[in-house]
């Protein structure tokens, strides 16, 4: 799978918009960018995809760049429910997710 | 649609027992993956099944096994149980014709505890 690099944490306040980026350099032309989140001790959750257009949907907004080495998540009113681990993963034919340490975001009120 | 679940929630075993966990996929999925997480190592594949035949596996012992059944129900086992076993076990489902590059959907996960 294609490497992914975040940081390992990130802050929030209430009510205002997390962006959190995702380093993907050797990310191939036909692969996807996928995000996932895990709140404490459950079962990561899906929350957005792309390729090389930028998505939205009810959850987040994702920003791919022209080059699609990189990309930015972005969460635009978060609440303190959204605090969490989130990963970027790049998906290979493989059939495995490769989950890295992703990023731990506080929201704080 | 009813999402993933999984049986049991929480489980204690000792050492040297065995252990099986189960999963339900979503309705009309056919592949299941299963992943177990621990403080030490976070998220880890184990294993993926697809139409009843292990399509991927990933660097686990012999002693970590699984299968599939019709239905797509899920089942892995773990024998001679070690302390460093004691982890969260989840598994998810997809739609399986694009393998790990679909939205995968977990469950809650089994939490197991070795003594």
């Known amino acids: 799978d294609a490497k992914t690099t975040q940081p390992t944490s990130m802050d929030c306040a209430e009510g205002r918009a997390a962006n959190l980026p995702c380093n993907h350099s050797?990310?191939?032309?036909?692969?996807?960018v996928y995000w996932y989140r895990q709140i404490h001790s459950q079962g990561p959750q899906y929350i957005i995809h792309?390729?090389?257009n930028n998505e939205t949907n009810e959850m987040a907004s994702l920003i791919i760049t022209e080059d699609r080495k990189s990309s930015t998540l972005i969460l635009p009113h978060a609440t303190l429910r959204d605090t969490a681990v989130y990963y970027c993963?790049?998906?290979?034919?493989?059939?495995?997710?490769?989950f890295g340490q992703g990023t731990t975001l506080q929201v704080k009120p | 649609k009813a999402g993933v679940t999984q049986t049991p929630r929480y489980l204690i075993k000792t050492r040297g027992q065995q252990v099986t966990l189960s999963c339900s996929p979503i309705?009309?999925?056919?592949?299941v993956s299963w992943y177990q997480q621990t403080p030490g190592q976070g998220l880890q594949f184990l294993f993926e099944?697809?139409?009843?035949?292990?399509?991927n596996k990933g660097n686990f012992p012999g002693r970590f096994s699984g299968r599939q059944f019709s239905n797509s129900r899920s089942e892995m086992n773990v024998s001679t149980l070690e302390l460093g076993d004691s982890a969260l076990y989840l598994c998810?489902?997809?739609?399986?014709?694009?393998?790990?590059?679909?939205?995968?959907?977990f469950g809650p996960g089994t939490r197991l505890l070795v003594l």
């Open positions: 998810a489902s997809s739609g399986g014709t694009r393998g790990a590059q679909e939205t995968q959907y």
């Open positions: 050797t990310i191939s032309g036909n692969e996807y």
């Open positions: 792309g390729l090389k």
């Open positions: 993963m790049i998906p290979s034919n493989t059939g495995k997710l490769i």
């Open positions: 309705s009309g999925h056919r592949s």
């Open positions: 099944y697809f139409s009843e035949t292990q399509r």
